[in-house]
């Protein structure tokens, strides 16, 4: 079991983003996903967290010194499953973090608090996502991410955090 807190607002009984977890060592992930790197990226440790769709949707952190990738399993079947349009967008966006060097902390031991990432953080890491999947040729999971977005993210900014209408605007000059 873990318990986590939330630095930004869930809205619609969504949210996208980062949460605050306070996690048993043994606990953090419950299943390794074995997907193979992103073509032209590079490989990171992904792993399928039993969640409760109210926190994070995908984590990019350093876990016991390895970059890793936690993706809440509620929010991956909302997103359409392992594999869907808006899985491939959270990925991107996931990996992009590590690639950008946008890491929260280093998992050795049970956390006391995780901050969340900056606002620069996360636009930077939703262009990366976006330029790197018409890179590959796949504009369903770019369309997926606005939709994501538009459906799930307050449209003002809150908390320090990008809301769906900075998010948009972002992408569509990527």
């Not at 990171?44 to 769709?53: A, R, Y």
């Not at 991956?76 to 990996?95: K, L, N, T």
Request: glycine content about 12%; overall charge neutral.
């Amino acid at each position: 079991m873990y318990k986590g807190s939330c630095f930004f607002l869930v809205l619609k009984g969504y949210a996208v983003g980062i949460s605050l977890l306070l996690v048993p060592h043994a606990t953090i992930a419950q299943q390794i996903l074995n997907l193979g790197p992103l073509p032209g990226v590079g490989q990171v440790t992904e792993m399928l967290e039993p969640g409760t769709g109210q926190g994070f949707s995908g984590l990019a952190t350093i876990y016991m010194g390895q970059p890793v990738i936690f993706y809440d399993n509620v929010w991956v079947q909302r997103f359409g499953g392992v594999g869907s349009p808006g899985f491939r967008f959270i990925r991107a966006h996931e990996y992009a973090h590590h690639f950008r060097g946008h890491i929260l902390a280093q998992l050795n031991s049970p956390p006391q608090m995780l901050p969340t990432l900056g606002y620069q953080a996360e636009l930077d890491a939703d262009c990366a996502a976006v330029r790197y999947l018409r890179q590959t040729g796949d504009p369903a999971a770019i369309q997926a991410g606005y939709q994501i977005y538009q459906t799930i993210v307050p449209p003002q900014d809150m908390n320090g955090r990008p809301g769906s209408i900075a998010r948009i605007n972002n992408m569509n000059g990527c």
